[in-house]
Protein backbone atom coordinates (compact mmCIF):
# COMPACT_ATOMS: atom_id res chain seq x y z
CA UNK A 1 0.00 0.00 0.00
CA UNK A 2 0.94 3.46 -0.55
CA UNK A 3 -1.43 5.52 1.46
CA UNK A 4 0.71 8.26 2.20
CA UNK A 5 2.65 9.16 -0.97
CA UNK A 6 3.81 12.79 -1.19
CA UNK A 7 2.16 13.78 2.70
CA UNK A 8 3.96 14.85 5.67
CA UNK A 9 3.88 13.36 8.54
CA UNK A 10 4.42 13.90 12.96
CA UNK A 11 5.08 11.20 14.80
CA UNK A 12 5.83 12.86 18.83
CA UNK A 13 7.86 10.22 20.87
CA UNK A 14 9.11 8.92 17.66
CA UNK A 15 12.31 7.09 18.63
CA UNK A 16 11.31 4.33 20.16
CA UNK A 17 8.35 1.78 20.80
CA UNK A 18 4.84 2.48 19.03
CA UNK A 19 6.51 5.49 17.97
CA UNK A 20 9.00 4.53 16.06
CA UNK A 21 7.09 1.73 14.72
CA UNK A 22 4.41 4.41 13.59
CA UNK A 23 7.15 6.42 11.87
CA UNK A 24 8.50 3.28 9.94
CA UNK A 25 4.76 2.39 8.80
CA UNK A 26 4.02 5.73 7.59
CA UNK A 27 7.61 5.69 5.48
CA UNK A 28 7.04 2.16 4.31
CA UNK A 29 3.86 3.79 2.71
CA UNK A 30 5.66 6.73 0.93
CA UNK A 31 5.09 9.66 3.55
CA UNK A 32 7.99 12.08 4.91
CA UNK A 33 8.20 11.50 8.42
CA UNK A 34 9.15 13.98 10.91
CA UNK A 35 9.66 12.26 14.70
CA UNK A 36 10.69 14.04 18.08
CA UNK A 37 11.19 12.55 21.14
CA UNK A 38 13.86 13.54 24.53
CA UNK A 39 16.77 11.37 23.55
CA UNK A 40 19.38 12.51 21.20
CA UNK A 41 21.16 9.75 20.59
CA UNK A 42 18.28 7.97 20.39
CA UNK A 43 17.01 10.40 17.73
CA UNK A 44 19.96 9.94 15.83
CA UNK A 45 19.56 6.30 15.35
CA UNK A 46 15.71 6.17 14.19
CA UNK A 47 16.29 9.19 11.69
CA UNK A 48 18.88 7.15 10.26
CA UNK A 49 17.22 3.70 10.35
CA UNK A 50 13.90 5.80 9.02
CA UNK A 51 16.34 6.48 5.91
CA UNK A 52 15.33 9.08 3.07
CA UNK A 53 13.72 12.33 4.01
CA UNK A 54 12.81 11.92 7.53
CA UNK A 55 13.50 14.78 10.01
CA UNK A 56 14.19 14.18 14.00
CA UNK A 57 13.39 16.86 15.94
CA UNK A 58 14.83 16.98 20.01
CA UNK A 59 11.71 18.22 21.77
CA UNK A 60 9.98 17.65 25.19
CA UNK A 61 6.44 16.22 24.70
CA UNK A 62 5.83 18.25 28.36
CA UNK A 63 7.50 21.43 28.07
CA UNK A 64 4.79 23.89 26.13
CA UNK A 65 7.45 26.07 25.11
CA UNK A 66 8.96 23.66 23.44
CA UNK A 67 5.64 22.69 21.85
CA UNK A 68 5.44 26.01 20.12
CA UNK A 69 9.06 25.56 18.87
CA UNK A 70 8.39 22.60 16.95
CA UNK A 71 5.65 23.99 14.70
CA UNK A 72 7.64 27.19 14.23
CA UNK A 73 10.47 25.07 13.32
CA UNK A 74 8.25 22.44 11.01
CA UNK A 75 6.70 26.46 10.16
CA UNK A 76 10.39 27.61 9.21
CA UNK A 77 11.07 24.61 6.90
CA UNK A 78 7.32 25.38 5.33
CA UNK A 79 6.29 21.60 6.42
CA UNK A 80 2.46 21.38 6.30
CA UNK A 81 1.12 17.89 7.90
CA UNK A 82 -1.36 15.74 6.49
CA UNK A 83 -1.03 13.09 9.25
CA UNK A 84 -0.42 14.21 13.32
CA UNK A 85 0.07 11.01 15.75
CA UNK A 86 0.59 12.29 19.14
CA UNK A 87 2.43 9.95 20.81
CA UNK A 88 4.96 10.81 22.98
CA UNK A 89 3.39 10.38 26.65
CA UNK A 90 4.60 9.71 30.04
CA UNK A 91 3.59 6.38 32.06
CA UNK A 92 4.03 6.60 35.86
CA UNK A 93 2.75 3.92 38.10
CA UNK A 94 2.88 3.93 41.67
CA UNK A 95 -0.17 3.35 44.15
CA UNK A 96 -2.51 5.83 45.10
CA UNK A 97 -0.95 6.15 48.60
CA UNK A 98 2.28 6.72 47.40
CA UNK A 99 1.43 9.43 44.61
CA UNK A 100 3.04 12.62 44.57
CA UNK A 101 2.92 15.29 42.71
CA UNK A 102 5.68 15.21 40.87
CA UNK A 103 4.36 12.21 39.33
CA UNK A 104 0.78 13.79 38.97
CA UNK A 105 2.64 16.62 37.13
CA UNK A 106 4.47 15.00 34.90
CA UNK A 107 1.54 12.60 33.53
CA UNK A 108 -0.60 15.04 33.27
CA UNK A 109 1.86 17.74 32.02
CA UNK A 110 2.77 15.23 29.28
CA UNK A 111 -0.09 13.61 28.59
CA UNK A 112 -2.64 15.96 28.72
CA UNK A 113 -1.25 19.72 28.52
CA UNK A 114 1.45 18.98 26.38
CA UNK A 115 -0.56 17.45 23.54
CA UNK A 116 -3.19 19.66 24.14
CA UNK A 117 -0.63 22.69 22.92
CA UNK A 118 0.92 20.54 20.96
CA UNK A 119 -2.11 20.39 19.04
CA UNK A 120 -3.02 23.44 19.52
CA UNK A 121 0.48 24.84 18.12
CA UNK A 122 0.00 22.81 15.10
CA UNK A 123 -3.15 23.84 13.91
CA UNK A 124 -1.71 26.59 11.61
CA UNK A 125 0.05 23.19 9.48
CA UNK A 126 -2.68 21.66 9.04
CA UNK A 127 -4.84 21.30 5.98
CA UNK A 128 -8.72 19.98 5.68
CA UNK A 129 -7.84 16.85 5.30
CA UNK A 130 -5.85 16.04 7.55
CA UNK A 131 -5.68 13.82 10.69
CA UNK A 132 -4.86 13.45 14.35
CA UNK A 133 -4.62 10.48 15.89
CA UNK A 134 -4.05 10.09 19.69
CA UNK A 135 -2.44 7.61 21.58
CA UNK A 136 -4.52 7.07 24.36
CA UNK A 137 -4.90 3.38 26.84
CA UNK A 138 -6.99 0.96 28.12
CA UNK A 139 -6.54 1.58 31.12
CA UNK A 140 -9.08 4.77 30.23
CA UNK A 141 -11.39 1.96 30.85
CA UNK A 142 -10.01 -0.53 33.38
CA UNK A 143 -9.04 -0.48 36.91
CA UNK A 144 -5.49 -1.61 36.95
CA UNK A 145 -4.09 -1.15 40.45
CA UNK A 146 -1.62 1.33 40.53
CA UNK A 147 -2.66 3.32 37.13
CA UNK A 148 -4.62 5.74 38.91
CA UNK A 149 -2.78 8.87 37.35
CA UNK A 150 -1.91 7.92 34.04
CA UNK A 151 -5.10 6.23 33.52
CA UNK A 152 -7.17 9.83 34.37
CA UNK A 153 -4.54 11.30 32.66
CA UNK A 154 -5.73 8.95 29.33
CA UNK A 155 -9.08 9.12 29.95
CA UNK A 156 -8.79 12.79 29.52
CA UNK A 157 -6.83 12.58 26.59
CA UNK A 158 -9.29 10.37 24.84
CA UNK A 159 -12.20 12.81 25.78
CA UNK A 160 -9.62 15.65 23.55
CA UNK A 161 -10.29 13.70 20.83
CA UNK A 162 -13.94 14.08 20.99
CA UNK A 163 -14.34 17.89 22.00
CA UNK A 164 -11.36 18.99 19.42
CA UNK A 165 -12.90 16.90 16.96
CA UNK A 166 -15.80 18.95 17.39
CA UNK A 167 -13.77 22.00 16.97
CA UNK A 168 -11.49 21.45 13.99
CA UNK A 169 -14.74 19.47 11.61
CA UNK A 170 -15.32 23.00 9.95
CA UNK A 171 -11.58 22.85 9.28
CA UNK A 172 -12.02 19.50 7.64
CA UNK A 173 -9.48 18.34 10.60
CA UNK A 174 -10.12 14.73 12.10
CA UNK A 175 -9.27 13.64 15.43
CA UNK A 176 -9.31 10.05 16.75
CA UNK A 177 -7.63 8.03 19.06
CA UNK A 178 -5.73 4.54 19.19
CA UNK A 179 -6.07 3.10 22.59
CA UNK A 180 -3.52 -0.27 23.09
CA UNK A 181 -3.69 -2.89 25.81
CA UNK A 182 -0.13 -4.60 26.35
CA UNK A 183 2.22 -3.83 23.80
CA UNK A 184 6.00 -5.21 24.00
CA UNK A 185 8.01 -1.95 24.21
CA UNK A 186 10.82 -0.20 25.72
CA UNK A 187 8.48 1.94 28.08
CA UNK A 188 8.14 -1.61 30.32
CA UNK A 189 11.96 -0.91 31.23
CA UNK A 190 11.14 2.35 31.88
CA UNK A 191 8.66 1.66 34.87
CA UNK A 192 11.52 1.57 37.53
CA UNK A 193 10.64 -2.21 37.87
CA UNK A 194 13.72 -4.80 38.52
CA UNK A 195 14.13 -7.81 36.04
CA UNK A 196 12.15 -10.79 37.96
CA UNK A 197 9.15 -7.72 39.08
CA UNK A 198 8.68 -7.49 35.94
CA UNK A 199 8.86 -10.36 34.13
CA UNK A 200 6.08 -11.28 36.82
CA UNK A 201 3.75 -8.54 36.18
CA UNK A 202 3.95 -8.87 32.10
CA UNK A 203 2.99 -13.16 32.97
CA UNK A 204 0.07 -11.56 35.48
CA UNK A 205 -1.24 -9.22 32.31
CA UNK A 206 -0.35 -11.89 29.15
CA UNK A 207 -3.14 -13.64 31.51
CA UNK A 208 -5.82 -11.23 31.12
CA UNK A 209 -5.46 -10.81 27.36
CA UNK A 210 -8.01 -13.48 25.46
CA UNK A 211 -5.61 -13.17 22.35
CA UNK A 212 -3.12 -14.80 24.65
CA UNK A 213 -0.07 -12.24 24.48
CA UNK A 214 1.29 -8.77 24.70
CA UNK A 215 0.76 -6.92 21.49
CA UNK A 216 3.95 -5.59 19.20
CA UNK A 217 4.46 -2.00 18.54
CA UNK A 218 3.41 -2.44 14.35
CA UNK A 219 0.13 -3.27 15.34
CA UNK A 220 -0.79 -0.39 16.95
CA UNK A 221 0.78 1.48 14.27
CA UNK A 222 -1.30 -0.31 11.56
CA UNK A 223 -4.39 0.74 13.17
CA UNK A 224 -2.98 4.78 13.46
CA UNK A 225 -2.06 4.23 9.38
CA UNK A 226 -5.71 3.11 8.98
CA UNK A 227 -7.21 6.26 10.73
CA UNK A 228 -4.65 9.09 9.16
CA UNK A 229 -5.46 7.61 6.14
CA UNK A 230 -8.50 8.72 3.53
CA UNK A 231 -10.08 5.43 3.91
CA UNK A 232 -11.35 6.11 7.90
CA UNK A 233 -12.85 10.01 6.23
CA UNK A 234 -16.17 9.27 8.23
CA UNK A 235 -14.62 7.98 11.63
CA UNK A 236 -14.19 11.04 13.65
CA UNK A 237 -13.97 11.55 17.47
CA UNK A 238 -13.65 7.76 17.70
CA UNK A 239 -11.67 5.04 19.67
CA UNK A 240 -10.00 2.07 18.11
CA UNK A 241 -9.08 -0.07 20.77
CA UNK A 242 -5.98 -2.24 20.28
CA UNK A 243 -5.77 -4.98 23.17
CA UNK A 244 -6.19 -8.42 21.88
CA UNK A 245 -9.58 -8.40 24.19
CA UNK A 246 -8.10 -7.29 27.39
CA UNK A 247 -10.37 -4.78 28.35
CA UNK A 248 -13.83 -6.79 27.34
CA UNK A 249 -13.03 -9.29 29.94
CA UNK B 1 -5.16 -2.60 -1.02
CA UNK B 2 -4.84 -5.00 2.03
CA UNK B 3 -2.37 -8.03 0.36
CA UNK B 4 -3.00 -9.62 3.41
CA UNK B 5 -7.03 -10.77 2.01
CA UNK B 6 -5.59 -12.20 -1.06
CA UNK B 7 -7.21 -15.07 -1.66
CA UNK B 8 -9.41 -15.46 1.26
CA UNK B 9 -12.84 -17.12 1.52
CA UNK B 10 -15.29 -14.70 2.71
CA UNK B 11 -19.27 -14.33 3.81
CA UNK B 12 -21.05 -11.70 3.94
CA UNK B 13 -24.26 -12.10 4.93
CA UNK B 14 -27.12 -9.21 3.76
CA UNK B 15 -24.80 -8.63 0.41
CA UNK B 16 -27.83 -7.62 -2.29
CA UNK B 17 -27.34 -3.90 -1.26
CA UNK B 18 -25.68 -1.19 0.53
CA UNK B 19 -23.51 -1.75 3.04
CA UNK B 20 -23.15 -5.69 2.40
CA UNK B 21 -22.55 -5.19 -1.18
CA UNK B 22 -20.51 -2.16 -1.17
CA UNK B 23 -18.77 -4.34 1.24
CA UNK B 24 -17.97 -7.30 -1.42
CA UNK B 25 -17.47 -5.48 -3.89
CA UNK B 26 -14.21 -4.08 -1.77
CA UNK B 27 -13.23 -7.84 -0.92
CA UNK B 28 -12.97 -8.52 -3.93
CA UNK B 29 -10.88 -5.59 -5.21
CA UNK B 30 -8.84 -6.83 -2.26
CA UNK B 31 -8.11 -10.03 -4.05
CA UNK B 32 -10.55 -12.06 -1.94
CA UNK B 33 -13.39 -14.70 -3.57
CA UNK B 34 -16.80 -13.71 -1.85
CA UNK B 35 -19.34 -15.80 -1.13
CA UNK B 36 -22.85 -13.33 -0.57
CA UNK B 37 -26.22 -14.14 0.87
CA UNK B 38 -29.37 -12.71 0.46
CA UNK B 39 -33.41 -13.27 0.83
CA UNK B 40 -34.54 -12.21 -2.14
CA UNK B 41 -33.20 -14.60 -5.45
CA UNK B 42 -33.18 -11.34 -8.05
CA UNK B 43 -31.45 -8.64 -6.13
CA UNK B 44 -28.80 -11.40 -5.09
CA UNK B 45 -28.54 -12.37 -8.64
CA UNK B 46 -28.16 -8.08 -10.12
CA UNK B 47 -25.64 -7.55 -7.16
CA UNK B 48 -23.90 -11.22 -7.86
CA UNK B 49 -23.30 -10.13 -11.60
CA UNK B 50 -21.97 -6.92 -10.29
CA UNK B 51 -19.33 -8.23 -8.20
CA UNK B 52 -18.39 -10.39 -11.15
CA UNK B 53 -16.90 -14.14 -11.43
CA UNK B 54 -15.13 -13.82 -7.57
CA UNK B 55 -18.42 -13.84 -6.09
CA UNK B 56 -21.07 -16.30 -5.41
CA UNK B 57 -24.44 -15.54 -4.13
CA UNK B 58 -26.24 -18.00 -1.92
CA UNK B 59 -29.72 -17.29 -1.72
CA UNK B 60 -30.77 -17.57 2.23
CA UNK B 61 -33.07 -15.84 4.89
CA UNK B 62 -30.95 -14.89 7.41
CA UNK B 63 -34.03 -16.01 10.33
CA UNK B 64 -34.18 -19.30 8.44
CA UNK B 65 -31.27 -21.63 10.44
CA UNK B 66 -32.18 -23.78 7.46
CA UNK B 67 -30.68 -21.75 4.80
CA UNK B 68 -27.78 -20.77 7.13
CA UNK B 69 -26.81 -24.68 7.10
CA UNK B 70 -27.08 -25.07 3.50
CA UNK B 71 -24.57 -21.68 3.51
CA UNK B 72 -22.10 -23.38 5.30
CA UNK B 73 -22.17 -27.01 3.50
CA UNK B 74 -22.12 -25.11 0.61
CA UNK B 75 -18.94 -23.58 1.26
CA UNK B 76 -17.09 -26.21 2.84
CA UNK B 77 -18.01 -28.26 -0.31
CA UNK B 78 -16.19 -25.58 -2.48
CA UNK B 79 -13.14 -24.83 -0.14
CA UNK B 80 -13.42 -26.89 3.29
CA UNK B 81 -12.54 -23.26 5.07
CA UNK B 82 -13.76 -19.95 5.66
CA UNK B 83 -11.42 -16.77 6.65
CA UNK B 84 -13.88 -13.86 7.14
CA UNK B 85 -17.51 -13.74 8.08
CA UNK B 86 -19.05 -10.28 7.98
CA UNK B 87 -22.59 -11.04 9.40
CA UNK B 88 -24.31 -7.93 8.01
CA UNK B 89 -28.12 -9.46 7.36
CA UNK B 90 -29.92 -6.98 9.71
CA UNK B 91 -33.43 -6.08 10.03
CA UNK B 92 -34.90 -2.36 10.48
CA UNK B 93 -38.44 -0.59 10.63
CA UNK B 94 -39.53 2.12 12.88
CA UNK B 95 -41.35 1.09 16.20
CA UNK B 96 -42.77 3.10 18.49
CA UNK B 97 -43.31 1.97 22.14
CA UNK B 98 -47.28 1.65 22.36
CA UNK B 99 -47.44 0.63 18.59
CA UNK B 100 -44.65 -2.35 19.41
CA UNK B 101 -46.02 -5.93 17.58
CA UNK B 102 -45.06 -9.26 18.14
CA UNK B 103 -44.29 -9.47 14.61
CA UNK B 104 -41.85 -5.98 14.69
CA UNK B 105 -39.77 -7.24 18.21
CA UNK B 106 -39.40 -11.20 16.82
CA UNK B 107 -38.59 -10.12 13.04
CA UNK B 108 -36.12 -7.52 14.42
CA UNK B 109 -34.68 -10.36 16.90
CA UNK B 110 -34.97 -13.49 15.04
CA UNK B 111 -32.71 -11.50 12.55
CA UNK B 112 -30.60 -9.88 14.09
CA UNK B 113 -29.51 -11.52 17.12
CA UNK B 114 -31.19 -15.00 16.63
CA UNK B 115 -29.82 -15.11 13.20
CA UNK B 116 -26.43 -13.59 13.79
CA UNK B 117 -25.81 -16.35 16.74
CA UNK B 118 -26.54 -19.30 13.95
CA UNK B 119 -24.54 -18.16 11.85
CA UNK B 120 -21.32 -17.59 13.81
CA UNK B 121 -22.10 -20.49 15.46
CA UNK B 122 -22.08 -22.50 11.66
CA UNK B 123 -18.78 -20.52 10.17
CA UNK B 124 -16.56 -22.00 13.61
CA UNK B 125 -16.05 -25.66 12.14
CA UNK B 126 -14.55 -23.52 8.58
CA UNK B 127 -13.05 -20.90 10.60
CA UNK B 128 -9.26 -21.30 11.38
CA UNK B 129 -6.33 -19.53 13.30
CA UNK B 130 -6.34 -15.86 12.36
CA UNK B 131 -9.55 -16.13 10.64
CA UNK B 132 -11.92 -12.80 11.57
CA UNK B 133 -15.77 -12.22 12.10
CA UNK B 134 -17.32 -8.66 12.25
CA UNK B 135 -20.58 -8.17 12.68
CA UNK B 136 -22.55 -5.17 11.70
CA UNK B 137 -23.58 -3.22 15.11
CA UNK B 138 -25.15 0.11 14.96
CA UNK B 139 -24.06 3.21 16.93
CA UNK B 140 -28.39 3.27 18.13
CA UNK B 141 -27.05 0.44 20.27
CA UNK B 142 -25.69 3.43 22.91
CA UNK B 143 -28.30 5.71 22.38
CA UNK B 144 -31.56 6.65 22.71
CA UNK B 145 -33.33 6.39 19.10
CA UNK B 146 -37.08 7.52 19.04
CA UNK B 147 -39.45 4.99 17.38
CA UNK B 148 -36.47 2.68 16.98
CA UNK B 149 -35.69 0.94 20.50
CA UNK B 150 -36.41 -2.54 19.40
CA UNK B 151 -33.74 -2.21 16.33
CA UNK B 152 -31.72 -0.36 18.86
CA UNK B 153 -31.72 -2.93 21.67
CA UNK B 154 -30.78 -5.56 19.31
CA UNK B 155 -28.20 -3.97 18.29
CA UNK B 156 -26.96 -3.90 21.60
CA UNK B 157 -27.34 -7.77 21.69
CA UNK B 158 -24.86 -8.08 19.32
CA UNK B 159 -22.18 -5.45 20.73
CA UNK B 160 -22.13 -7.32 23.57
CA UNK B 161 -22.37 -10.98 21.82
CA UNK B 162 -19.13 -10.07 20.42
CA UNK B 163 -17.38 -9.71 23.71
CA UNK B 164 -18.42 -12.73 25.10
CA UNK B 165 -16.88 -14.52 22.16
CA UNK B 166 -13.85 -12.44 21.22
CA UNK B 167 -13.09 -14.36 24.83
CA UNK B 168 -14.28 -17.59 24.20
CA UNK B 169 -12.93 -17.53 20.84
CA UNK B 170 -9.27 -17.25 21.92
CA UNK B 171 -7.82 -20.57 21.61
CA UNK B 172 -8.96 -21.04 18.01
CA UNK B 173 -6.83 -17.80 17.00
CA UNK B 174 -10.61 -16.56 15.85
CA UNK B 175 -10.95 -12.51 16.58
CA UNK B 176 -14.21 -10.91 17.04
CA UNK B 177 -14.97 -7.65 16.51
CA UNK B 178 -18.12 -5.39 15.88
CA UNK B 179 -18.57 -2.06 12.74
CA UNK B 180 -21.10 0.13 14.08
CA UNK B 181 -22.18 2.68 11.46
CA UNK B 182 -24.04 5.89 12.04
CA UNK B 183 -26.39 7.09 9.49
CA UNK B 184 -25.26 5.68 5.81
CA UNK B 185 -26.94 6.28 2.48
CA UNK B 186 -28.23 2.84 0.95
CA UNK B 187 -31.45 1.67 -0.87
CA UNK B 188 -32.49 0.57 2.72
CA UNK B 189 -33.61 3.41 3.90
CA UNK B 190 -36.39 3.74 1.57
CA UNK B 191 -38.23 0.57 3.35
CA UNK B 192 -37.27 2.41 6.28
CA UNK B 193 -39.21 5.87 4.83
CA UNK B 194 -41.97 3.83 3.95
CA UNK B 195 -43.82 6.29 1.43
CA UNK B 196 -41.37 7.86 -1.16
CA UNK B 197 -42.14 11.17 -0.35
CA UNK B 198 -40.45 10.87 2.59
CA UNK B 199 -37.35 9.61 1.90
CA UNK B 200 -35.74 13.07 1.11
CA UNK B 201 -36.72 14.20 4.44
CA UNK B 202 -35.44 11.11 6.30
CA UNK B 203 -32.46 11.60 4.54
CA UNK B 204 -31.99 15.07 5.51
CA UNK B 205 -32.87 14.42 9.10
CA UNK B 206 -30.21 11.58 9.23
CA UNK B 207 -27.82 14.25 7.48
CA UNK B 208 -28.67 16.67 10.12
CA UNK B 209 -27.71 14.36 12.98
CA UNK B 210 -23.81 13.94 12.18
CA UNK B 211 -21.48 16.60 12.95
CA UNK B 212 -19.80 15.63 9.71
CA UNK B 213 -22.92 17.11 7.93
CA UNK B 214 -23.75 14.15 6.07
CA UNK B 215 -24.58 10.47 5.28
CA UNK B 216 -21.29 7.76 4.91
CA UNK B 217 -21.16 6.00 2.24
CA UNK B 218 -21.72 2.46 2.13
CA UNK B 219 -17.83 2.16 1.24
CA UNK B 220 -16.60 3.82 4.19
CA UNK B 221 -18.08 0.96 6.01
CA UNK B 222 -16.62 -1.29 3.86
CA UNK B 223 -12.85 0.43 4.87
CA UNK B 224 -13.71 -0.45 8.53
CA UNK B 225 -14.65 -3.84 7.87
CA UNK B 226 -11.21 -4.85 5.70
CA UNK B 227 -9.39 -3.38 8.37
CA UNK B 228 -10.80 -5.30 10.73
CA UNK B 229 -10.73 -8.78 8.23
CA UNK B 230 -6.87 -8.18 7.56
CA UNK B 231 -3.90 -9.01 9.25
CA UNK B 232 -3.65 -5.17 10.14
CA UNK B 233 -6.06 -5.79 12.83
CA UNK B 234 -4.56 -8.85 14.68
CA UNK B 235 -4.28 -7.54 17.54
CA UNK B 236 -7.78 -6.52 17.63
CA UNK B 237 -10.70 -8.38 19.19
CA UNK B 238 -13.99 -8.06 20.78
CA UNK B 239 -13.74 -4.40 20.02
CA UNK B 240 -15.83 -2.15 18.17
CA UNK B 241 -14.84 0.67 15.27
CA UNK B 242 -17.50 3.13 15.10
CA UNK B 243 -18.31 4.46 11.35
CA UNK B 244 -20.36 7.57 12.15
CA UNK B 245 -18.94 10.98 11.02
CA UNK B 246 -18.99 11.53 14.78
CA UNK B 247 -22.91 10.84 15.43
CA UNK B 248 -22.52 9.27 18.52
CA UNK B 249 -18.80 10.40 19.45
CA UNK B 250 -19.18 14.06 19.65
Known amino acids: ?249 | MNTSLQDKIVLVTGGSAGIGLATARAFIDAGAFVYVTGRRQPELDAAVATLGPRAVGLRADAVSLDDIRKVFSRIAEDHRRLDVLYANAGFYEFGRLGDITEEHLDRSFDTNVRGLVFAVQGALPLMREGGSVILTGSIVATRGAEAFSIYAASKAAVRSLARSWAVELKDRGVRVNVVSPGPIDTPGLGGLAGEPANLAPLKQHLASTVPMARMGRPDEVAHAVLFLASDQASFITGAELTVDGGASQL
Do not use: C
Open chain 1, 1 to 249: MNRFEGKSVLVTGGSSGIGLAAAHAFAAEGARVIITGRDSAALAEARAALGGNAIALRNNAGVVAEARDLAAALASQQIRLDAVFINAGSAKFAPFADVDEALWDQSFGTNVKGAYFQIQALLPLLDAGASIVLNGSINAHIGMPNSSVYAASKAALISLAKTLSAELLPRGVRVNVVSPGPISTPLYGKLGMDAATLEATAAQIQGQVPLGRFGTPQEVAATVLHLSAAESAFIVGSEIIVDGGMSQL
